[in-house]
């Protein structure tokens, strides 16, 4: 079964379904109906309708209207009604847009056509419907009989169907028509209405346009109005539930000219806890705060007036933990609905100022998360206070680091101050002799929910770092690898065994120690066992690196020698190794020093044989470039690379990788013992794999090349060349 409602009544509707669902199928369980959103139109949205509507245009201009963009309901009426020119300027709440409808939709402008019906009988008719809908056994008045025609041609009540005749009776075109009509009916006849009703959940949104209508007649007088409301919907929550309590607050929140009137109430709001600020700020985040991002326009008010008495709030006893909290989190919510608002804000800037003017604690992980989100509007004080932080308490970072949108913020206004908090935070200095043998040196990842995975390209804020100064943030990353790889090694010498000392590679025409273990070789992968945002990070540079070569022009050997640039850990080569197989048809000598390694040789064994059994960061994305090479060993790769010699008939690229064999075995004798007679024959066998005379190249009747491998030498030859 499928149901459509309104969002604000979705927990009524799922649990009706769950209730029908085991009365009629009990067998099945009490299984909980799945939901699905569709939210309201996007930026691109509308940003179409005003392609195809201009008149719509000073809407979107203003800030606290914009919103009502975003609902095509909302659109349909005024367009429809020809209203666009007739609003007022400024502000606008969701009443006013109903009040100009009513005027030139319902009421035709107060011009009655020859012929037609006039605009009271038009008016009643859809009254007496909308109260015949809440009070069903009363009787409603007559109708005059020539005005249901007429609101049915104008879109307000539903048009007769095929099947009307079983469904005899008037009904509203929809859901805002009804609470359109039934806030006429509320503020012409009283909210007592509503609790001769029973309260009906579905007549709360009616309520709280009826709330704002008063609200807009009051004008200065909206304190008086907002008591008066509120002892009214206090007694009806009495019998009908809390949420009725909230309607005068939530109309108030939501006005065109919502900061004066919250001014106008605060000093009683502060006074009335919790009832007071506590439940206004809960609504904000309720009803007008998504994942974490508030609407800017909605919130915009309450977050001026926060910043304004933020200083006399912390000095009374209003710092209870929960009333607090939501404050913070409302001004966080606020800054991250402004994320795509890049120009200076004189809002933002307040808030800016009120976080530096407090005392200074540099443990406030809101202050450095709210300083974080200033973007454009952020100065050299707060970033200054950011630097203090990232020097003294580096962990209060947490949130400012590794929310999303602070990410993205720092990373688009103050790029170079992103990589040096990244690098202060993740980089977990212990101090002597406090090591624990389960701390890996770096701090985790700490913004999350339950589904998310452990490790992703998208944790943490190496991906948009990574966009924005690619060359400085891969040598941050370098340098966290290199301190991570370190500090394993250190935590294995603590179990008595000598610490292994990791592997020197000539990289760049330089000998260079790169610290770590095949534990470490495999980060990129997400399936060893290491610290996340290390895991996090590499999953980010191959993903970019891999939409660096997506541009035709692109060279990976420059690519690569980037991406190893100051690298001291084995997980960057890891990585690169990786990089070069998956594009191996970019490839020409760029294996050949990795494969003249036994240690590399090794280490890709390693790591291919965990492919595909358990990766933290989970598989491939669809479309990932190669990703059928990930379980190649580097045996499948030298036979690749020596038969793509031979079909080309490439007798210097077989050369080459003989020799890349020749100068495998010489450094197997290096690193082996003598009587390692085992590894000794397995490199040697190694090494037969890039000597194409072990090749044949057989050509088909029909055209095709087949390359059969077959050993020149057995094994007892083998310990013989060895």
Known sequence: NVAVTRSDALRAVAEALADVTRAV???????????????????????????????????????RSAWLLR?????????????????????LSEADLLAVIWHRLVRQ??????????????????????????????????????????????????AKGPVSAWNPGE?????????????????????????????????????????????????GESERT????????????????????????????????????????????SADRPEGIDRLTRLALHRHTHAGVGDPGVLAPLVALLCQHLVPLAEDSYVDRDGARQAREVVLAWLAGMREHDQADSLRASVRETILAQPVDLRDEFAAETLALTGPDMDDAAEQRLREVATQHPGTLARAVE????????????????????????????????????????????????????????????????????????????RLLDHAARERLIRLGRFGDPPPEGLELEIAGQSRMCAGDPHVW???????????????????????????????????????????????????????????VRHLEKVNEELDPWLARPEIWELEFGRAVREGVMHFGGLDPPGTSGAERRRMSPADVARLLVSKALTEKDEQRLQALKNVGEKLLTRAREVMPGGDQLGQLTSAGWASLLDHKNYKRIEQPDGQIMIEFTPQIGRASCRERV
């Not at 006849?189 to 807009?216: I, K, M, S, T, V």
């Open 109 to 158: 402008g107060e011009v009655t056509l020859l012929g037609g019906v006039p605009p009271d009988a038009r008016e009643q008719a859809l009254l007496a419907l909308a109260r015949r809908t809440l009070l069903p056994g009363e009787h409603c008045g007559e109708v005059h009989p020539h005005a249901l025609p007429g609101l049915r041609s104008d879109g307000l009540l539903r």
């Open 25 to 63: 199928r009990p067998r099945e369980g009490g299984a909980e109906p799945v939901s699905h959103q569709v939210p309201g139109l996007g930026e691109q949205e509308t940003e179409h309708v005003i392609a195809e509507f201009p008149t719509l245009a000073p809407l979107a201009a203003e800030s």
């Open 171 to 219: 009904r509203f075109a929809n859901d805002l028509v009804r609470d359109l009509v039934l806030a006429q009916l509320l503020l012409r006849d009283g909210f007592e209405l509503l609790a001769r009703a029973g309260a009906p959940r579905w007549a709360l949104r009616a309520a709280r346009l009826a709330c704002q209508a008063r609200y807009a007649a009051a004008s």
């Open 226 to 269: 907002r008591r008066e409301l509120q002892a009214l919907f206090d007694r009806l929550a009495t019998d009908y539930g809390e949420r009725w309590a909230e309607l005068p607050l939530e109309a108030m929140l939501t006005l065109g000219f919502a900061e004066q009137a919250l001014e106008r109430s605060w000093q009683a709001l």
């Open 403 to 478: 929310h999303p949108l602070a990410a993205i913020a720092l990373a688009r206004h103050r790029p170079r101050l992103a990589i040096e908090l990244t690098e202060a935070y993740y980089t977990e200095e212990p101090e002597q002799g406090s090591r624990s043998w389960i701390s890996d040196g770096v701090r985790g990842h700490t913004y999350a929910t339950t589904e998310m995975p452990m490790v992703a390209w998208w944790r943490g804020p190496f991906w948009v770092l990574l966009h924005a100064q690619p060359i400085e943030t891969l040598a941050m990353i370098n």
């Open 71 to 91: 609902r095509p309901g909302l659109i349909d009426l005024l367009l429809h009604a020809n209203a666009v020119g007739a609003l007022p300027a400024g502000a």
């Open 522 to 580: 495999a980060w990129y992968r997400g399936s060893t066992v290491g610290p996340s945002p290390c895991m996090s990070a590499l999953l980010a540079v191959e993903r970019f690196a891999d939409q660096v070569l997506a541009i035709p022009e692109a060279e990976i050997v420059k690519v690569t020698k980037t991406l190893l640039d100051g690298c001291l850990n084995l997980a960057m080569p890891g990585l690169v190794v990786g990089l070069l």
